[in-house]
T-cell receptor, first 114, second 112 residues
């Protein structure tokens, strides 16, 4: 009965590789997000989607490409991985106007680029 | 800008004492202010939230106050327990919606 699930939980890869992270929510929410948490624990919005449509793209390099095949899924594909991409990536979802209610987070994907 | 400033960055209290974390925000159109608790290696989880039409909200040992005029909001934890030890984040929903701006977090340590 996991509300927001993302896979994989850990991802270790070499520089230059391409990788994907998948996210699914079973809460019926309209809005989904990707947040990045760096080594200093700062949580920063990367993308938000509402009903499969991109609403926010927060000056993220275009090596990062989100895709929302339906409103329950929001995947993140990263091309040409760099050392600085190492972080924990959280998917989240929420409901309400503009996502104005509780955001539920997935368990996070710890990406390590070596 | 849409910054959220949070203080202090670390806070150490004795069990049973109170803890207060303060945040300020810059987006005057923000109307939703949640607080999240993140334990080590876990996901952020909502502990309390407040909307702009309310000045204070309480849930057992946790309370949040909001001063919209001053653009300040604060988290108050009373009778702290060791299990309250975690990183706490304040956030403000952007006035345009669809994203929370988070503070940089407060690492709270409650010592027995």
């Amino acid at each position: 009965d996991t509300a927001v699930s993302q896979t994989p939980k850990y991802l270790v890869t070499q520089m230059g590789n391409d990788k994907s992270i998948k996210c699914e929510q079973n809460l019926g929410h309209d809005t989904m997000y990707w947040y990045k948490q760096d080594s200093k624990k700062f949580l920063k919005i990367m993308f938000s989607y509402n009903n499969k449509e991109l609403i926010i793209n927060e000056t993220v390099p275009n090596r990062f490409s989100p895709k929302s095949p339906d409103k329950a899924h929001l995947n993140l594909h990263i091309n040409s991985l760099e050392l600085g991409d190492s972080a924990v990536y959280f998917c989240a979802s929420s409901q309400g106007v503009g996502g104005s209610t509780e955001a539920f987070f997935g368990q996070g994907t710890r990406l390590t680029v070596v | 800008g849409e910054n959220v400033e949070q203080h202090p960055s670390t806070l150490s209290v004795q069990e049973g004492d109170s803890a207060v974390i303060k945040c300020t925000y810059s987006d005057s159109a923000s109307n939703y202010f949640p607080w999240y608790k993140q334990e080590l290696g876990k996901r952020p989880q909502l502990i309390i939230d407040i909307r702009s039409n309310v000045g204070e909200k309480k849930d057992q040992r946790i309370a949040v106050t909001l001063n919209k005029t001053a653009k300040h909001f604060s988290l108050h934890i009373t009778e702290t327990q060791p299990e309250d030890s975690a990183v706490y984040f304040c956030a403000a929903l952007r006035g345009s919606g669809y994203a929370l701006n988070f503070g940089k977090g407060t690492s709270l340590l409650v010592t027995p």
